[in-house]
């Protein structure tokens, strides 16, 4: 399995973005992803997953201004975030579940929440 993140970017304060994770290889192996964070200097966070069956949990951090989705005929999995903060701030990645358990990452999108 394959992850590519895309759509990190600097933003103002109370702006959003939409991240992507384009998955290819063994999809149907995947029981679910997540999205994780990880700013400078703390361990990486858990910030929303969805799984095969469409259940979706979230961070208290970002709950009411994040949505984690998906496309299924794209093979896209997507992080919509509003109302960003500049405690928002950090490196995204996505990390995809397959049916043995292994976690596959990918390579990580950049998101910078700054006036």
């Known amino acids: 399995v394959q992850l590519v993140e895309s759509g990190g970017g600097l933003v103002q304060p109370g702006g959003s973005l939409r991240l992507s994770c384009a998955v290819s290889?063994?999809?149907?192996?995947?029981?679910?992803l997540a999205w994780y964070r990880q700013a400078p200097g703390n361990q990486r966070e858990l910030v929303a997953a969805i799984t095969r069956g469409g259940f979706t949990n979230y961070a208290d951090s970002v709950k009411g201004r994040f949505t984690i989705s998906r496309d299924s005929p794209k093979n896209t999995y997507y992080l919509q975030m509003n109302s960003l903060k500049p405690e928002d701030t950090a490196v995204y990645y996505c990390?995809?579940?397959?049916?043995?358990?292994?976690?596959?990452w990918g390579q990580g999108t950049q998101v910078t929440v700054s006036s």
């Open positions: 990390k995809a579940v397959v049916t043995s358990g292994e976690p596959y």
């Open positions: 290889g063994n999809i149907f192996s995947i029981n679910g």
